[in-house]
């Protein structure tokens, strides 16, 4: 499977706006889309200019027959009115020594990641979620060793640990060497104790040999605000607020 992330900038005036257009158009599309089995819209808390769509695929195929089939462009287009304009300005000169500024349209910023191992539990999310990413860092000639410990002594843990829906690892197609673990809580809180009952830093200890370096990214998916925080490990907390998604694995929605 596959996972996709499509980062881009907003009006914050159009977020409801957008929502909308997610629900009436792009939920629906994504629906008859082949391969397509999840798809959400987030809403970063502390930066308001900010949403994510996240989507989870059955394999690379989905992904580019969708691309290629011109499904992907027709909902950008049919939100990008809402996206906030660029910041940056391009300086054109005409033949007549005439100085004039255009603006540059804002690109979306599409990431894919591909997921080798995951528990196999369906995608439900509910309307209060915490997603916690771990960025692992793998010896060079060491990921199968990397994919092995993973599946046979962490995720069978991990996936047992109270308030975890869902785990996955995941390889970032950029970089060989880069492994992320993601897991997806009922709450921040429980994935709070995970961490203060010293579980992750005993799974952690198993994954150390293939290991060059580690260091955690959390995105918070929680209706809530506030500010930024630091986690007990000093890592920022980027909060993220569910706007609309559904899951066409199962029926039901966010």
Known sequence: MHLR????????DNI???RSVYEEKIIPTMQTVDGCLYIGLFHNIQHPDECISISLWSDRDK???YEKSGVFAELLNASNKYFDESSEWQMN???DLTLTYTQIPQEAVVKDFIISSSDQRPIIYGKTLYVRIVSHQVHSGMKDEFKR???NEVLPILTKVYGCRSAYLTENPEDEGKLFSISIWDTHADADKYEQSGLFDTLLNKLKPALSGVYQWKMRLERETGAQVVTTDDITVEGYSILTGKSFQLKGSI
């Open 149 to 151: 410990i993973y599946n």
């Open 5 to 12: 992330f499509v980062q881009v900038r907003i009006k914050p």
């Open 16 to 18: 409801h706006s957008l």
């Open 63 to 65: 992904i580019d027959s």
């Open 93 to 95: 000169l005409s033949d």
